[in-house]
């Protein structure tokens, strides 16, 4: 069966989300568009993956990814309760692990809007918690890129990316409603206000040092935990010791001007969050 470019997966019916496999095939499927009201025939042969499509001819944009957003908006709506995943300190250009901050947890549901404009960003949904809100990403073709993930990080949102790629955009409404409310891993923060905060108070705490070339050797002058000594000044081999110690939190380098600066929080013995929060 040729999938191809999706089809809506999902219609409306007595009023109700309804994914494509629930209905019967044609008109019999009773379905309506939930953008334009109209009447939808439920497309369900043998060449091409099963769709909606509307009875008549229409210039309603309701298409596959368009389907998937309103049906999770519906599903989110209707829960009030969901599940959002855990909240990790990431240390990027470092081989540091990830540090957990909060467990995943359940939340309540003040309501949900869909694609609604914040500034110069047009997120898939948002939710409301406690009057807060934090955007949700459907990833069905296209994950967040660099463009968006710095959109997000200055307006200070935190995003969820639920990624449906490995799905083929198949999904029906039992698998949707348990990826969007339960603690499954295709569900992560690709920005989270509260991990970013953590990671720039390791940055607040750590030292700016240099990296200098020396010969064919990179080397960071006084070393707090004495790598090396060479006539009573200590330092460190960046690649031998600082790039795999406990208090690297991050490096600054460029293609063009290469390995620049490392944060070293060893002059302050912190090595991870338990540290952090008792300084």
């Known amino acids: 069966m040729d999938k191809g470019k999706l089809g ?60 998937l957003h309103f049906a999770a908006k519906e599903l989110l709506r209707g829960a009030k309760k969901m599940y959002i ?8 250009y470092t081989p540091r692990q990830r540090e957990l901050i909060y467990e995943s947890m359940e939340i309540d549901i003040d309501r949900v809007e869909l694609e609604q404009h914040f500034g110069n960003i047009i997120p898939d949904i948002v939710v409301y918690s406690k009057g807060r809100p934090f955007f949700v990403e ?28 490995k799905f083929d955009g198949i999904v029906t409404s039992d698998k ?12 992560e923060w690709v920005y989270n206000v509260k991990a970013e ?7 607040h705490m750590a030292d700016k040092r240099p990296i ?27 690649f031998d010791h600082c790039y795999y110690c406990e208090y690297h939190v991050a490096t600054e380098h460029t293609e063009d001007e290469g390995y620049k600066y490392i944060y070293c929080s ?12 008792r300084s």
């Open 138 to 165: 459907i990833y069905v073709t296209h994950s967040v890129d660099e463009k968006k993930l710095k959109k997000l990080k200055e307006a200070q949102i935190s995003t969820i990316e639920i990624d449906l790629s």
């Open 197 to 203: 905060h953590f990671y720039q108070m390791f940055l």
């Open 212 to 238: 200098i070339q020396r010969g064919y050797a990179l080397h960071v002058d006084d070393c707090p935990i004495l790598c090396r000594v060479w006539h009573g000044k200590p330092y460190a081999n960046y």
């Open 8 to 67: 809506p997966m999902y219609a409306l019916k007595d009023e109700k989300i309804v994914h494509i496999s629930e209905v019967e095939r044609g008109l019999q499927c009773g379905c309506r568009c939930p953008i334009c009201n109209s009447l939808l025939v439920a497309r369900k042969g043998e060449k091409v993956a099963h769709h909606f499509a509307h009875y008549r001819q229409s210039d309603c944009e309701y298409n596959g990814e368009s389907s």
């Open 85 to 92: 995943p855990a909240v990790y300190v990431e240390f990027p």
């Open 176 to 187: 949707l409603s348990h990826l969007l409310l339960d603690d499954c891993e295709e569900k």
């Open 266 to 277: 060893g002059e302050k013995h912190i090595k991870g969050i338990a540290d952090l929060k």
